[in-house]
């Protein structure tokens, strides 16, 4: 063969490989073109779907629907329908950002082993979303729903389905109460506190809630007790160690025979009933909860081992680390028990009398004081108040005072221990407070030397409190300031 008619045959094949070669090129770049869509793929109502299930990694979790969420593997298990409607809520209108068509190699959107799958089911018809490999330059999700496409989505399903089965627990709640008409406790306390308005009981306004006693009824500090439904409210049970509590399970938590049961009645909006369809008070009704708290059973046998004797010196017990131990809680006949922390549960065991009264040995507003009759190194002071021009006056002799100072220290009185014992050695100063009440015309408070540290207390003639004898001092201070002056 000439050697030109060689490079003609050697042009003409190299003619028909560009040609192949430009060819698939131009076919690969049509096959794997990049459409922006703003198409929606799905549109599934949540009422229409009967089951849902998703795996990924070692996880697989599946659910279907009777007349309630069930799970599949126990359907003992207590499920979120607010939380199975989130996740089903991705696909109401499942939009996406861009389109791949007739996609052959899903590997290169790591969608030939998909990260996770989703598999949906209508009384009609069943889905399957497999979620592939993540874009990092789009930083959107790589999908698939089976119609031979690829999409990129902006909203990453991962983000709501990685997620475990006790994501998806229907949790009791604790509700936060503003008032409540009746606490009762049960267990290491017993008694009832009862709610009552402008009650004849107290020389504080505020004060509406009370303690049955013998002698009467006996107000609380209503802040306090406030703190202790608040601390219920705030519990934010999440941490359950059993969603199908057995009676053994009951027993090894220490729950079959709780350490303390706080029974709590209040107000609350009906359900169901919107504000605008009832008068006032027609929409609320009376509920009632149960809180059940306590360690486990092996922790109060070592409680009761560890009980020191009275002549046990326990000094130095607590030189070592404290660990923390573990308490639960039960809502009412719930069958999920719950662990909370050492500090919720010291927070709902802390309900004793002398923790929910009044820490001052003076609460009453000291606006109602007219007079002060005081008794100090044996001698008697007395200070009167008079109302000019809407201003109080307060005056000792013939001389106006300020008794700021006096004020601030009787309210600082507070108690450091709740006791009823001997008086005490010395009488470092005594009042009388005469109010503008016509229940409680006087309170008489008697401040006794115990030690260097303390004073007795003694209200109305009863042993009271221990204060700190440095607020004693302090008060005498006062005292002295207005009268020596």
């Known amino acids: ?151 990129l989505v902006s909203a990453d399903p991962m983000e709501t389905y990685e997620i475990e089965l006790k994501d998806m627990i229907l949790h009791d709640e604790t509700p936060y109460i503003d008032q409540a008409d009746n606490i009762t406790f049960a267990g290491s306390e017993n008694y009832n506190i009862i709610y009552q308005k402008e009650s004849d009981d107290t020389y504080h306004e505020d004060d509406v809630y009370f303690v049955n006693d013998e002698n009467g009824r006996l107000p609380l500090d209503t802040d306090t007790v406030g703190s202790y439904l608040s601390a219920i409210g705030s519990l934010g049970l999440s941490n359950y160690v059993s969603y199908n509590v057995t009676e053994e399970e009951l027993a090894a938590y220490g729950l079959d025979d709780p350490e303390l049961t706080a029974t709590v009645q209040y107000m609350a909006p009906k359900e169901d009933v919107k504000d605008d369809d009832s008068t006032d008070g027609e929409a609320e009704e009376v509920k009632t909860l149960v809180l059940h708290i306590s360690r486990s059973a092996e922790e109060k046998d070592k409680v009761k081992e560890e009980e020191p004797s009275e002549d046990t010196d326990t000094s130095d017990d607590y030189e070592s680390e404290e660990e923390s131990v573990p308490a639960y809680v039960r809502v009412g006949e719930s069958q999920i028990i719950y662990e909370i922390t050492e500090t919720e549960y010291e927070s709902l065991m802390d309900v004793s009398y002398n923790k929910l009264r009044h820490q001052e040995i003076f609460w009453a507003d000291f606006d109602k004081v007219t007079q002060v009759d005081i008794s100090l190194e044996g001698q008697t002071y007395t200070l009167i108040s008079r109302e000019e021009e809407e201003e109080t006056v307060w005056s000792y002799g013939e001389e106006e005072i300020a008794v700021g100072e006096l004020r601030t220290a009787l309210a600082a009185l507070t108690a450091t221990e709740f006791k009823n014992e001997e008086i005490g050695e010395k009488e470092e100063l005594s009042m009388t407070l005469h109010l503008n009440d016509e229940n409680y015309p006087t309170v008489h408070i008697g401040l006794y030397r115990r030690d260097g540290d303390s004073c007795m207390a003694v209200v109305d003639g009863e042993p009271t409190a221990l204060v700190a004898r440095s607020k004693v001092v302090d008060l005498v201070e006062a005292v002295n300031a207005i009268v020596l002056n």
């Not at 794997?32 to 869509?37: A, F, Q, R, T, V």
């Not at 793929?41 to 069930?70: C, G, M, N, P, R």
């Not at 590997?107 to 874009?135: M, N, R």
Request: hydrophobic share 35%.
């Open 1 to 151: 063969m000439k050697r030109s008619k060689k490079l003609y045959v050697l042009l003409g094949v190299l003619a028909v490989i560009c040609s192949v070669t430009f060819g698939v090129s131009r076919y690969e770049q049509r096959k794997e073109e990049i459409k922006n869509s703003d198409e929606i793929i799905l549109e599934l109502a949540a009422e229409d779907v009967t089951a849902l299930s998703w795996e990924y990694d070692e996880t697989k979790l599946a659910f279907h629907k009777s007349e309630t969420w069930l799970y599949d593997d126990d359907e003992a298990f207590p499920v979120s329908e607010e939380k199975v409607n989130e996740l089903l809520g991705l696909f109401e209108s499942f939009g996406v950002s861009f389109i791949i068509e007739n996609v052959e190699d899903y590997s290169q959107y790591g969608l030939d082993d998909p990260t996770c799958s989703i598999h949906i089911e209508t009384a009609e018809e069943s889905y399957e979303v497999e979620l592939g490999g993540y874009s990092t330059m789009d930083e959107q999700r790589y999908i698939s729903i089976g119609d031979g496409n690829v999409y």
